[in-house]
């Protein structure tokens, strides 16, 4: 007897050809984004190539409809650039109106890697998933025409340009330092967020340390598979900072108020917006705190600890004691749905700037990025990156990780661009469940070990450290999520935050010299006037405009920005992250 088409299309020998279309299915992604202007984002490129991955792992008799599914993807991505309703295929309303099911995207469900019964939960969750169950009956799609038979679906009802400015500016935050050596260096920051998730995995972060010398903390950070460690890491990193940074006798002053239990003082000053999530409630977080510090007295003389030596520490530590506080929750048999474990089995990658005494330090662990704003000696402006991706486009971090391990793991560790297949980021906090061993992971409910999983830990929580000195031609800092660095390049980045700042010096008083005539001043009045349009004060907002409605030509386009905002939150995730941007205002731009 024959082989059936499903025995077909899963046998080895046709592995080439799985491969062909999942490459011809990034080619056609390219070609859409030129056509449509949609672009041609590493996040978009990924989404479709796991698409036709998941078309190519599945049955060979559901081959055609998932492969219908991608292309109705396509289809809806052209209508909704232009505007237009996304389409639905007839028969599938009740899916619709829920959102289709999806995970985040940097974290990949293991059906789409692993074969799993049809009825396992796991095997029901995709990564931006767009292909339901197949039919009973098979349908036609619905294409916009005004031909009979075919209708104009309604047309995408667009916000007003209030509505826009009001989602924009809902948590823009700025903030401006007072002058002398309590600034080390830094004026002020710019800082927003736009969520795409519902609700938001971004948080960010800023503070100023009261102890010891000193210094200036900003961070963003990026949570994936829920916001519950993105959350918690926001909260304690600068803590544990601070505790790196301080010198024993600081540190035994806090343990003698500890003791005695009367109040210390305090070790941060909070600069945050009102919208911002408050603290998580749970009391071992503070104990951790305290056991850090106790471990660094135990030093029997003071060590000369330098700034990127503690952040390496501090990263560390708390990822270390995140871990060992869900392992306590778990041997006591509480739920896993909240608490440390939730934070624990989630996950976040981090970006953070720390500035004394005029230098910078940026600590990154994951994909986000710093990149600096220098201002050329001939007025021109240049992207300076401070960080390096940790990611499969990284060829560094890619032999790190295959390093690690042994030779024989080497196929499985970073498929379709992912670690274990799985997660885009090589380094992150939480994550335990490329952390723990085998072990313990079968003891979590509602938790699988992930495939070939041999030699744990495959994913690190050690950042890479940046050290650079404040310069005069340095003229600002931008510490953004992947949301943006997927949207915008760094040079144009830049640009747009150099536009702005120029223009906001530009309105400054104007310096008349010695002996200008009235007919001169006006002239030098009428020359400033054109070369001031600033209709947004703040930069973090004004590249949240830019990433969601640039024109092509260094502008904004309102329609575009219009139709982007328009979109449901079921449908904004396909297209973006939740995007998180703060900008360092340095010196002041030279006019």
């Avoid at 990193?237 to 305090?266: C, D, H, K, S, T």
Wanted: aromatic content about 6%; some cysteine; hydrophobic content about 35%.
């Amino acid at each position: 007897m024959g082989a059936s088409y499903p025995d077909l299309w899963r046998n080895p020998r046709c592995s080439h050809v799985r491969s062909m279309i999942a490459d011809v299915g990034a080619v056609m992604w390219r070609m859409l984004g030129r056509l449509t202007g949609l672009g041609d984002s590493s996040s978009r490129r990924i989404k479709l190539q796991t698409d036709f991955l998941q078309l190519c792992g599945s049955d060979g008799t559901h081959a055609a409809f998932q492969l219908r599914s991608v292309m109705s993807h396509v289809v809806n991505d052209y209508h909704i650039s232009s505007g237009r309703q996304p389409i639905r295929e007839q028969g599938s309303e009740a899916t619709d109106a829920q959102g289709p099911a999806r995970m985040p995207c940097r974290l990949l469900p293991f059906a789409l890697v692993s074969p799993l019964r049809p009825h396992h939960p796991l095997h029901q969750r995709s990564l931006c998933s767009l292909a339901s169950a197949p039919p009973s009956t098979p349908h036609g799609l619905r294409y916009p025409s005004s031909s009979g038979g075919r209708k104009y679906r309604t047309q995408q009802q667009d916000i007003a340009p209030a509505q826009v400015d009001q989602i924009l500016r809902a948590n823009e935050q700025s903030h401006t330092f007072p002058k002398g050596s309590a600034c080390h260096g830094v004026l002020g920051f710019h800082s927003n967020t736009l969520a795409s998730n519902q609700p938001s995995e971004d948080r960010r972060s800023a503070a100023t340390c009261l102890a010891g010398r000193g210094a200036l903390m900003f961070g963003v950070f990026d949570g994936h598979d829920g916001s519950a460690c993105a959350q918690a890491v926001s909260h304690r990193l600068f803590y544990y900072m601070a505790v790196a940074a301080l010198p024993l006798r600081i540190l035994g002053e806090m343990e003698n108020a500890a003791e005695e239990e009367r109040p210390a003082p305090p070790l941060l000053e909070w600069h945050r917006h009102p919208s911002d999530p408050s603290e998580l409630g749970y009391g071992s977080s503070v104990q951790s705190l305290r056991t850090y510090w106790q471990d660094r007295l135990q030093q029997e003389e003071e060590d000369e600890v330098s700034v990127s030596a503690g952040l390496v520490s501090a990263f560390k530590r708390l990822d270390f004691d995140i871990s060992v506080e869900a392992q306590v929750h778990l041997s006591r048999g509480l739920s896993s749905s909240a608490g440390p474990l939730q934070v624990a089995l989630s996950g976040c990658t981090a970006c953070v700037a720390l500035v004394s005494q005029g230098t910078l330090h940026v600590a990154n662990l994951g994909d986000s990025r710093a990149v600096l704003g220098v201002q050329d000696e001939d007025g021109g402006w240049s992207a300076q990156s401070l960080s390096h991706d940790h990611n499969a486009d990284n060829p560094h971090e890619l032999q790190r990780i295959l390093g690690e391990h042994p030779a024989s793991e080497r196929r499985a560790l970073v498929r379709h661009e992912r670690l274990l297949g799985l997660l885009l980021p090589f380094r992150s906090f939480g994550d335990v469940r490329f952390k723990w061993s085998g072990d313990l992971l079968r003891h979590v409910p509602d938790v699988l070990v992930p495939p070939h999983y041999h030699t744990p830990p495959y994913l690190s929580a050690q950042p890479e450290v940046t050290q650079h000195h404040i310069r005069p031609r340095d003229k600002f800092l931008v510490l953004a999520t992947d949301g943006l660095w997927e949207l915008m390049h760094r040079q144009t980045v830049v640009q747009v935050v150099a536009q702005l700042l120029t223009g906001l010096q530009h309105q400054r008083p104007l310096q008349v010299a010695p002996g200008l005539t009235l007919g001169g001043l006006q002239r030098a009045l009428r020359e400033r006037r054109g070369r001031v349009r600033v209709d947004e004060l703040n930069a973090a907002s004004l590249l949240l405009r830019h990433a969601l409605g640039d024109d092509g030509y260094g502008g904004v386009e309102l329609t575009r920005l219009q139709r982007t905002l328009s979109l449901p939150p079921e449908v904004t995730r396909r297209y973006r992250d939740d995007i998180t941007v703060t900008v360092l205002l340095l010196n002041q731009p030279d006019a």
